[in-house]
């Protein structure tokens, strides 16, 4: 509220109103830390230094250590690619006690397209870690430790997590999963601007939750194509007539993110699974502390591997496209994937 | 000048001119005592309007100095000053040169672009570089990053950090190997500890920072620089009523350019985008609407262009549009590859 407001309806002079939003400010101000104690806690107290590893080297390597811990980390994907396998291996390695990488705690599971089989998890565990899995009651108890909730509707969903948002400490919470959020919103009639309100909640809410019980929260989201008259260019780019540069559309089954710029902005880490020329791939299309990289997947019974550590530097554009060509060949990997 | 605009409580200000003081002049000429009995307020409430009604009549009468108003300053002085404003390097030379230099202290820079285009990364650079020491050719300052969607890595921040240091100590081996300078103190944690981070989590604790920044600059006075990494994601969700928001924004955006006036010191508000009907398609522009984009003195967008990232001068009072590539490395912000023929000029 601006000064002279204040002072009309309080009632006090020019120099009381002053300290008194100096004081109320200084107190609602959030602390101030210096970006070294940020460091130093985050390498005493986290596990890994805030990490969850994804036994995946290459991308473990890049992105320091793996999911980081108290952001939102997006996969986004065509149908089919890879996604659910991906979030149902990382459910897995989150229960695993801390000796063998994992952190030891509960997940929860937000299963909006009923993808989540623990037939396959259970599988997965056998096959990539025997050591653990064959001990005995060990897979009865890491598969315990997954909690999975099916929401029917988005403000079952939103009920549900503001319930857990109590809870998370005490019930050794270590990584929640939303598996679809794109699922989720486009259930709902609402329209446009309504729309993009209810989404902008959800965002401030899961950033939040994230931040303050430090746990990783992964989200999957689909694909759609890119409408005819959308365009990423800024007004004084047509002005800027660069030369060569005269980018003819291609029309490769051109797709892109759905859930918007607003949510793009948001995601803090966004890893993009895509098929091109038959070959699956995992790329990193935004991170702070990576350089955007490709890595090259196959599915296996022991879930997602990559065929190769050393990843293939993305430039341009090429980053945040999403390819889907190829791919429908690939689907039907053991009669079922997701 | 009339007493109805001096900056007092109503119920005071209703007593004074019902007691007939409508004029400044009117005030100004007569003792607190009377002023107190006549308008029926206490001899403190009485001092203190005085004291106010001098304050504003002296600042219209003429001030020897030669300026014919009180804050003036003539151009030619200000020449000299802007041409002695220190900049911050953003380690991109290409980047640096379109920039006048690098982001100048004393101005309120927007920088805004696409997700994943750089936007963190060239904030984690300047808080970085702003504390460059002098002996190297920068500003020895420490930085302040407003963190409003927790997109700050502090690993991030190390790696450059560290890369700083190094840079900075092969020329240091360099220079004592010819001129026998002296060997660099600072190391990546010092750099780290400089950098005070603040992670804001509503707009009211965003409005909340801003009026609280005034003192904690007052007791940290070699803050050169402060990053806001969004000042967009509170305002764009939470608020429905869109008057309000553009005047808030409007008023932290004068609240940045007094500090950045006051203590020298450069604010670099990083912004998000969206994309907007205009001329017959959607095009892309930064988000907060049209009377922001008015609020900051400078304005750099970073787009893609091909393969490689840009920065483009979108609004500058003294800078050609122009545009030049960049890179982000693992050592932070560089100059491209291909940078021979970048610098391009509207």
Known sequence: MPEFELMELLDVGMKETKSAVALISEATSPPCQSARSLLERKVENEHLSGHLPTHLKGLDETLCGGIPFGVLTELVGPPGIGKSQFCMKLALSASFPAAYGGLDGRVVYIDVESKFSSRRVIEMGLESFPEVFHLKGMAQEMAGRILVLRPTSLANFTESIQELKDSILQNQVKLLVIDSMTALLSGENKQGAQRQH??????????????????????????????????????????????????????????????GINWAHAVTIRLVLEAKSGQRIIKIAKSPMSPPLAFPFHITSAGISLLSDKGTELKGPGINTIHARGHSDMINFHGECS | MEAWRLPLSSSIRGKLISAGYTSLSSISSVSSSDLARDANITEDEAFEILKLANQSSGSSSYNGSGSLINGAKNAWDMLHEEESLPRITT?????????????????????????????????????????????????????????????????????????????????????????????????????????????????????????????????????????????????????????????????????????????????????????????????????????????????????????????????????PSASASYT???RGLRNSSSSSKRVKMM
Not at chain 1, 204 to 215: D, H, N, P, Q, V
Not at chain 2, 122 to 147: C, H, M, T
Not at chain 2, 154 to 164: P, T
Request: glycine share 6%; aromatic share 10%.
């Open chain 1, 198 to 259: 209810q989404l902008g909640w959800h965002i401030s809410f899961l950033k939040s939750l994230a931040e303050f019980s430090r746990i990783p929260i992964v989200v999957t989201n689909q694909v759609r194509s890119q409408n005819r008259d959308e365009t990423s260019q800024y007004s004084f780019q047509a002005k800027l007539k660069d030369g060569l540069q005269e980018h003819t559309k291609t029309y490769d089954s051109h797709l892109v993110a759905a859930l």
């Open chain 2, 91 to 319: 380690s991109c030379s290409d980047l640096d040169n379109i920039l006048g230099g690098g982001i100048s202290c004393r101005d309120v820079t927007e920088i805004g672009g696409v997700p994943g285009i750089g936007k963190t990364q060239i904030g984690i650079q300047l808080s970085v570089n702003v504390q460059i020491p002098r002996e190297f050719g920068g500003l020895g300052g420490k930085a302040i990053y407003i963190d409003t969607e927790g997109s700050f890595m502090v690993e991030r921040a190390l790696q450059i950090a560290e890369a700083c240091v190094e840079d900075m100590e092969e020329y240091t081996g360099y220079m004592h190997k010819h001129f026998k300078a002296n060997q660099l103190q600072m190391k990546p944690k010092d750099i780290l500890e400089n950098i005070f981070y603040f992670r804001v989590c509503s707009y009211t604790e965003q409005i909340a920072l801003v009026n609280h920044l005034d003192k904690f600059i007052s007791e940290n006075k070699d803050v050169k620089v402060v990053i806001v990494d969004s000042i967009t994601f509170h305002f764009r969700q939470d608020f429905d009523d869109l008057v309000q928001r553009t005047r808030v924004l409007s008023e932290m955006a004068l609240k940045f350019m007094k500090l950045a006036k006051k203590f020298s010191l450069a604010v670099v508000l990083l912004n998000q985008v969206t994309t907007k009907y205009t001329e017959g398609s959607f095009q892309l522009a930064l988000a907060l609407g049209d009377s922001w984009s008015h609020s900051c003195t400078n304005r750099v967008i970073l787009y893609w262009n091909g393969d490689e990232r840009y920065a483009y001068i979108d609004k500058s009072p003294s800078l």
């Open chain 2, 328 to 330: 982000v490395t693992s």
